[in-house]
């Protein structure tokens, strides 16, 4: 197994060029494909392989392990296995996927006698029709085709009342109020006619389900095991909720040790959620409604939104304490965990320390987004992290921007995050969420120049960012404005959206700041406060008494703070500098202290200190010309430094012909292209 350091990670779903994303059985690997990541300097794959669990097991196990025919060999195509050992030979990290979200349902046609597969998911009007899926693979239709599911549970699964699942569609799936199945709708192909369920996260059955999933990952030698839709009990809040028999017997166990004002009066060891709802003539249309505030009207709704997410963590906890435990007995090592943590939501900061890796989702791409790069940084805690890009209508800009043979706009991409802290995959096949009906493939050449101009350059980035100032994420006034505010974890502008705002608006004033990400794993500490000169609280109203004293020790030794948005009322009484977003702008908190960057256009600022001594001053050009797709190069810029170097030395991708020059504590840089490193020693 490797071990995964500076991470440069590929998007690897390998998905074909002009044709559907199809979840959750992702194309065979070629040799070719991993001689690419090779090429770009790649160390670690995403969503790369072992992902078919989610149709059946037999399938998963087919995927790992199937012989293949003579003549895939010619193009030296590989079965999972094979991919996983070509990929260690060569020091690359592949990791397999748990899509725990996901029951699939694909249309099949059949030789006479079902010997045969004819097709699948693809249909060509031959044969008899029939489906492939969970239901028919854990019933055994096809006993010609697939080994019994007796292999792999010889004595069944049980349901929570100890009864045996003849269907594993049936048993694992998650029911609204109505009894009506939960669908992961965003994954199923337009025009197409499969089906993918979701399932409860919370049946002892479908845990038991996931283990053997990861048994047959580690077998086949997967080092990482990610788990896609880490919060799959999410999916079932937005559908109103799972109302299965095991969510009904959980969640008075939840109301017993959460008590909530809504349940005084119910008798908890006799109690149906589900039956209490009906009979107050509520539905699923109820549920669903698009006004939050009538939503968590309901009686106890919002507990049962807690519940859910309480149930997220113990989920994680279960996978990856069996990957490890298992990867341990069979290898002498434990492999690593990786989550989909998407969007880096609050609901999902306490997976975090269970992951190896933190792994998401970049949603809402644009052309410029420091200020959320910068929150990244803090979320990651200290861990290697990368993430995937969701597709949106920049990112199909980028890839028309692509096969036009403009490349500008593909390498701001790439290169923006690295100057925070942050990492986005390659998208190698990348997927499109079936918005359009192709993948996110790079221009190689580009990918191939970058990945070594960056391996050349590695000691230039070190994440160890120079700031005095800090902005603190207050994790649980976060995770209450997102119950709020509909929990969905696409969009910022649903979530937390001063903070967000007021991180880009100190970004585009060229400000440097480090955000202070503060939760009950990571409390705010005299410690974490001590090197900064100010504080800027933006919808900070949650914190425990024990920080709120440091905040107060930390002003009186001369610390300066500013509020943002909702003030905590406990702090009312101490001193405060109120400041809107755009006077922030206009009256920089740092006075220039470490460094004060002309008013440039388009220019976005990061500051690096090296080990042994030195920076690396990282330039950003946002410069798009939106008539030319190019980053027109900034001319001049001129930086006043807080100290005075002795020498600056210039790196710039691509090469800009950009030029440095000092004159005491000023810094001259001259003819900026989209990515330049001053490295001042």
């Known amino acids: 197994m490797q071990k995964i350091t500076r991470i440069r990670a590929l998007h690897y779903m390998c998905w074909y060029r002009h044709d559907w994303n199809y979840h959750p059985s992702m194309p065979m690997k070629r040799l070719q494909q991993v001689q690419d990541v090779v090429d770009v300097n790649g160390n670690l794959l995403l969503w790369s392989c072992l992902g078919s669990g989610a149709i059946g097991m037999q399938y998963l196990d087919k995927e790992a392990n199937e012989a293949l025919p003579a003549r895939s060999r010619m193009y030296g195509y590989l079965n999972d296995r094979e991919f996983v050992e070509e990929c ?80 594993f569609l049936e048993g694992f799936r998650a029911d609204t109020l109505d009894g009506q199945p939960v669908f992961s709708r965003w994954l199923m192909v337009p025009g197409h006619e499969h089906t993918c369920y979701s399932p409860c996260g919370n049946k002892p059955a479908y845990r038991e389900y996931l283990r053997k999933e990861v048994e047959i990952m580690i077998d086949a030698g997967a080092p990482v095991v990610h788990i896609d839709e880490f919060d799959a009990q999410l999916l079932a809040v937005m559908s109103g909720g799972c109302f299965c028999k095991d969510c009904l017997k959980q969640f008075p166990q939840y109301l017993k040790q959460n008590p909530s004002a809504e349940a005084a009066g119910i008798d908890l060891d006799d109690f149906n959620y589900r039956a209490f709802l009906k009979q107050k003539g509520y539905t699923d249309k109820d549920l669903v409604d698009p006004d939050m505030d009538k939503r968590l009207a309901i009686p106890l709704l919002k507990a049962f939104i807690r519940f859910h997410i309480a149930s997220i963590e113990p989920g994680v906890i279960d996978i990856a304490e069996h990957v490890r435990a298992y990867s341990l007995s069979k290898t002498g090592k434990p492999a690593q965990v990786t989550a989909n943590l998407y969007h880096c939501d609050p609901h999902g900061a306490a997976v975090r320390k269970h992951c190896d890796l933190i792994i998401g989702e970049k949603s809402d791409i644009k052309l410029r987004q420091d200020g959320y790069y910068r929150f990244g940084h803090a979320f990651f805690g200290g861990k290697e992290g990368s993430f995937i890009e969701d597709p949106g209508p920049y990112v199909h800009q980028i890839m028309s921007d692509l096969d036009s043979g403009k490349n500008d706009t593909y390498i701001l991409f790439m290169l923006e995050p690295l100057a925070h802290g942050f990492n986005i995959a390659i998208p190698y096949g990348a997927w499109l969420q079936n918005q359009r009906q192709d993948s996110f493939y790079p221009n190689m050449e580009i990918e191939r120049r970058m990945g070594a101009w960056l391996k050349e350059r590695e000691g230039l980035f070190t994440n160890r960012f120079v700031a005095d100032t800090a902005v603190i994420y207050d994790q649980r006034s976060a995770f209450e404005a997102e119950l709020s505010r509909g929990l969905n974890r696409r969009h910022l502008d649903v979530g937390f959206p001063t903070f967000h705002e007021l991180c880009q608006s100190l970004c585009d004033a060229r400000m440097l700041y480090n955000v202070l990400y503060v939760s009950p794993d990571e409390p705010l500490t005299a410690e974490r406060l001590a090197e900064y000169k100010n504080l800027v609280l933006p919808d900070v109203y949650s914190l425990p008494e024990d920080e709120l004293a440091v905040i107060t020790d930390w002003m009186g030794q001369g610390g300066r703070v500013v509020s943002l948005g909702e003030v905590d009322p406990r702090l009312a009484q101490t001193r405060f500098s109120y400041e809107d977003i755009s006077e922030l702008k206009s009256r920089p908190l740092e006075a220039g202290t470490i460094l004060h ?85």
């Open 597 to 681: 960057a002309d008013d440039v256009d388009g220019l976005g600022i990061a500051l690096h200190k090296r080990e042994g001594g030195g920076y690396a001053l990282h330039l950003v050009n946002y410069r798009l010309d939106p008539t030319s797709r190019v980053i027109e190069a900034i001319p001049l810029v001129e930086i006043k430094l807080g100290w005075k170097p002795k020498e600056a030395q210039v790196h710039s991708f691509p090469d800009s012909g950009a030029e440095a020059a000092i004159n005491g504590n000023v810094l001259t840089v001259k003819n900026l292209g989209i990515y330049t490193i001053v490295e001042l020693g």
């Open 88 to 167: 260690t030979k060569r020091g690359i990290t592949a990791s397999a996927v748990i899509w725990k979200a996901q029951l699939w349902e694909f249309p099949a046609e059949f030789s006479e006698d079902e010997s045969e597969l004819l097709a699948l998911n693809k249909l060509r009007g031959v044969g008899k029709k029939g489906w492939i899926g969970m239901r028919e693979l854990s019933t055994d239709r096809y006993p010609k085709l697939f080994p019994s599911i007796k292999t792999y549970f010889p004595d069944g699964l049980r349901d929570s009342d100890g009864n045996l699942i003849d269907d």
